[in-house]
């Protein structure tokens, strides 16, 4: 028996598995791939990366839909999103089952998949699928495991914090893990969460310390990457430096200041990162409302919503 079939069996024990975890209705254009001047001859296209996010509520906040429901329309990401359904009325809200969510959600995935899991409520996408899928498959090469990383260290803890300890970046890169932002196969996602339940029964409660305690202990044996040049996703929090913006064409980008790089992901964690990047700060909107090509592209966009495909109208004010 595999690993991937010991824990999802043993974790069907207590919940039986997820069987609506259906992918959206995605197709990748090959028209817009070979116009990007970053997709290189030859590069095809998998089609089973998979963007996800956990929410245990029924409704969408406000700022949920501002940043990480619109960014998604009009990047083109085919996001999923699970967590408040009745099948998981037996589960904790909040962070307390957010490991038991995304446990369910992933054992009930294709082998074959990658899972890039996100933080629901403060993530802004500024970059498209296509080069999401890119960057992961032809310049990373399909790595088993990737992290985010920030400039913060949290929660403070001396094997996490002290860089005789943590795994060596770049003089310029950024070192400390970031929760938020996670990508990878589903095999080594299954192991992951195992170990991270485990963890969390035994009384350790901050997810970001549980995936960074993992991942110090096991990145030379389990083919963990640490993105430590911000190009997947970078943190604004502080004491990152402020970040730049450029603009081409009628589109903004924020950019790392630390790392130089326009990463596809911003994660607004913490609420001194939210008073330094707003959603309305995008290109789509004007001041706080929606311009009119904004909300033509994101009100009839689909995403899913606990396995079934829902216009992004229907579950937020645009």
């Given at each position: ?97 957010k ?17 890039l ?11 498209t699928?296509?080069e ?20 913060n260290?949290?929660?403070v ?34 192991q ?69 790089t ?7 964690n ?18 706080s ?30």
């Amino acid at each position: 028996m595999s690993v991937r079939e010991a824990v999802c069996a043993r974790f069907n024990n207590s919940y039986p598995l997820l069987h609506n975890v259906t992918r959206p209705v995605y197709s990748l254009s090959k028209d817009l791939l070979t116009s990007l001047p970053q997709y290189k001859a030859g590069f095809e296209p998998k089609g089973n990366l998979r963007v996800v996010a956990i929410n245990s509520r029924p409704e969408f906040s406000t700022y949920m839909c501002h940043a990480t429901v619109f960014s998604a329309a009009v990047n083109n990401i085919p996001l999923e999103i699970y967590g408040a359904a009745p099948y998981y009325s037996n589960m904790m809200k909040g962070k307390d089952g957010k490991i038991d969510r995304m446990l369910s959600v992933i054992c009930a995935m294709d082998p074959e998949d990658v899972v890039l899991m996100v933080d629901a409520y403060d993530v802004i996408f500024q970059r498209t699928f296509e080069e999401m899928e890119y960057l992961y498959r032809h310049k990373w090469q399909s790595p088993n495991f990737v992290i985010s990383t920030e400039s913060n260290c949290y929660p403070v803890s001396p094997e996490h914090c002290n860089d005789e300890f943590i795994p060596k970046s770049p003089p310029s890169g950024v070192k400390y893990i970031n929760s938020g932002v996670v990508l990878g196969k589903v095999d080594v996602w299954i192991q992951l969460l195992d170990d991270a339940l485990a963890a969390y029964r035994n009384g350790t409660k901050d997810d970001q310390f549980i995936l960074t305690d993992i991942v110090f202990k096991n990145y030379k044996t389990r083919g963990y990457f640490l993105d430590h040049d911000s190009e997947l996703s970078a943190s604004p929090h502080p004491p990152a430096p402020s970040f730049g913006k450029v603009v081409v064409g009628e589109r903004n980008y924020f950019v790392s200041a630390t790392t130089k790089t326009v990463p596809i992901i911003v994660h607004l964690n913490g609420g001194s990162s939210r008073d330094l990047i707003k959603p309305r700060d995008m290109w789509y909107f004007n001041d706080s409302k929606l311009t009119s090509k904004g909300k033509e592209l994101i009100k009839n966009y689909e995403i899913s919503v606990d396995g079934v495909n829902v216009k992004v109208g229907d579950v937020c004010v645009t």
